[in-house]
């Protein structure tokens, strides 16, 4: 099963389970990847910024993704993070996940690069170290520093034929949907992250879905949902009352800290647990996280 | 009436409003002055990054603010940004203000500083040139790209007296109000910007109010009023209720057209126009406000 | 005189000298631009970065330009720098300096731009206001944060008739006026940047010639004239004789303490003094430069 | 044997030797171990931004090290850079090469450090993995982007007894050596970067020699002995030949092709192969480094 530009629904960005002594936790990766299926995951997305990545080695990143690939079982496309400083790294990390049953790869752009010909050069020299394998540009200029304009995502998706998903994560970003959407000459997938805070726009400007993360993905299928069965209001019910949450969980450097907190409390992983370095929660912080919590149960009944 | 230590509530980051060839729209500003004083704003800050500052000529500057001052008479302190490229140009603007009645001023550190001495001999420096007028630090790393460390500020609070108030809007902030609330030897006012969006969780961290321009200020000013009387609760559930559009208008760059197309539609400024280089919105993002302006609308009914 | 497309030889940036109270020092500023043409200067520039422009207010930014101009007396084109937060300010000051006898201003790009279109749509926007002032574009990566590739001035060229120079400073930047001679459809001038100190390769690239400050613009004036008479190599001795207080000088931050050190020494001002902020030279960074300009001496003697 | 606060000459940033086909070329690998200490090298640095690290794999990092080590033989201590992303695989890599017979690693920060406190924690946190490694902080904010002051330097050797030397590559930084020398309560070694083209001055400011890799180490090695000799300025007669040349090789991006091809031309290394992304020299480019490399011969005749 390879990624392709139908791609749509909600690929969950995973995150990565530690154990309190900080080997990966295997049981509650499997209690994950059952977790995001049941609340109607369409794809998986491992070893993302969100995911921990650069934190683990090698080896452990095989594991990983293994593990993962062994639980899904087929049963849905699960994405593999490739991003690397060089490209002899990005070939080996592709060529291993692949081999083991990945349905492709994402790929943001390295921090340094400036100009539009440098962004599309390097999309076109990743290419030729990845080969036919179908990836996703991760367009996520908060984190990266590199501002893709919408005549260089153009030209990437023209030029190489194996882009068949952009995850986008612009911010402001409802306009660059729109101009896409316009603009492409082939129709890829179009999936958002920002932990889902713009999502009923993002479905009515053009969008195929979320990549991202947010600990209740159930919000973002039934957003998606909604959308598609021409009932967005009630979508955007359900997406206001988990709003103050998501907002929550959108803090930057925050944001691991209480996706892992709210997954624990919901009996999805384990532990909490970073790896060094990661920012954790304060006392004050669980206590925020609780409250809202407590908050949005409410007003989910209240809605019936 | 001199800007201290105690100020408290909300300060409304006041935006510039202009004609639609491009002069400043007077009689609108007198009607913001009313608008944001009735809705229970505690002071006003005009000339802030959000009021289109950098796009006004000296002369107008000086007259945008006369013409606040003379409409605020003296009812709530009226703070200035004077934040420029040298300290000749914030001397002059500072006097003028001072001069014509203004509280005090807010400074942004300029974009190149980067270590903490750096950042700590820019204020020290300014203080020379500004000498005894209160002034307001503007902590928005977002925005300036300087980070401004707990001890960063807690040394610039303890070496300059009259640093009497810290704009607030480093992003995740909680845990930083906590620390310097913790750390700081001497109290100086809190007060909180981010469009208000994390506003219910800064109170209880220890801020004093709120400094932003969110088009309803009263939901801010209920926030505060509720944490102050001790129904928190009740703020939130306020809160919850504006955020879907406290949300939308905090989308950098876009914001300020999404707060002059609401301000406009409420009545407030006559012309949603803004200088240029400015981001307007299309026509898919004003049908976007509006809906959310109609469910605002709507939930606030259910609330009662 | 307007400037044109054929603008070469050396164009001086010109310090901004001031007394050792923080005033312009007119008769410095008089004996400056009598030195710079002796030194056989075929243009000056003011007010850029390294002339400390945005430390001066709107005033005293146009009696200095006045001054120059006054002094200068039409025997050769001056160039302002222009470059400003808002365009208001930017038409505001070109005007006043073209009213009062100047060649053309000079734009860098603000710091926040990034992609190709961002970077092409400012200078667009810039000549509505400037109108059909001549303008040079200021590629200076190292300190604005843009990098401009030879896709976008090969666009800004294109598209705005009165772009008419560029002052390249772009690091590493030979293959750029390689680039530049091949692509543009127009010869604008290239005028190189860097404190000199890859002029004689810039040279051979097919640049106009220099435009930048180097406490020596004898050194500049000679190499270009060298390349010009089919004597580049004699251009090159006097380069390396120059180059170990070239190099000296092109230190980012510094380099403006020791160019007004080596001017003062020179006879040419009579103070080192800068605004605040600004970087002096400590007593081991005097006995740097004074060891530096003995060696040079010595040198020139061998070289005859 | 273990790098110390001793370490003083010239440490040579070797580079990374590449057959045509992208292999690493351990035949050129071997003959540029003998021609750096044939040179007077009295360390080699390994694995650094100049030797194309980030583009090895883990396997291939490993395998290069190893042949540097068993050629070396134990004449000179060898120092392996160690900056990865994350601490497991700076574990990882520190354990392996420490095993194989290095002296230490090199651990640059990463470039979303911004705040004192955030670097100095960072090494805190890199020693609790490395061990009792000794280390060596490297301090290049042009590439890092991190700007490390005199404090954050100064706590970070009086909190971390392993770190033992400053790779010294901030610019301008004169001033920095100076400061520290004055305010380190404890000696360590600070070897200075930038391609050697501070040298003189940055030994008579109190270095201990040069960490860097000018593809003419015996100039550096000239400029230090002759500092140590008391005859300084014989060392800067040498320095100065060679000037054009090393402000030519220390242009950003194109350095390391610049470097490669004089060790080619110099008979070091058999090809002047890189791995991707990395920029080669033009025609033109060749003939510059070549007309330059003619004219420092005759340069040193001249000198005898």
Redesign the interface.
Known sequence: MLLDESASGVYVIAVTPFLPDGAVDMASTDRMVDFYLEAGATGLTVLGIMG?A?????E?SAAFVRRILARVAGRVPVIVGAS??????ME?LTKSVMDDGAAGVMIAPP?HL?????IVG?YA?AVEFIGDTPFVVQDFPLVTG????V??ITRIVQDLPTCVCLKHED??G??KI?ALRKGLDRRVSILCGNGG??LP?EM??GADGAMTGFAYPEMMVSVVKNHRDGTPERG?DL??AY??LA??EQ????GLAIRKHVLAKRGVIAHTTQ???GAGL?P??VA?VDLLMG?LTQ?LAELG
Chains 1, 2, 3, 4 share one sequence.
Not at 54 to 58: A, R, Y
Not at 114 to 118: L, P, W
């Open positions: 921990e650069p934190k683990l080695t090698g452990e690397a400083p060089g490209f002899a790294q080996g921090g400036r100009t539009d010909d440098q390097y020299q590199v501002q893709m304009s005549p260089v911010w402001p409802l306009e729109s805070v713009f726009e009515a400007r955007r997406f206001d709003l103050p907002r929550f803090q930057p450097g925050l790896r060094r370095p304060s004050a912080g925020e908050r007003r």
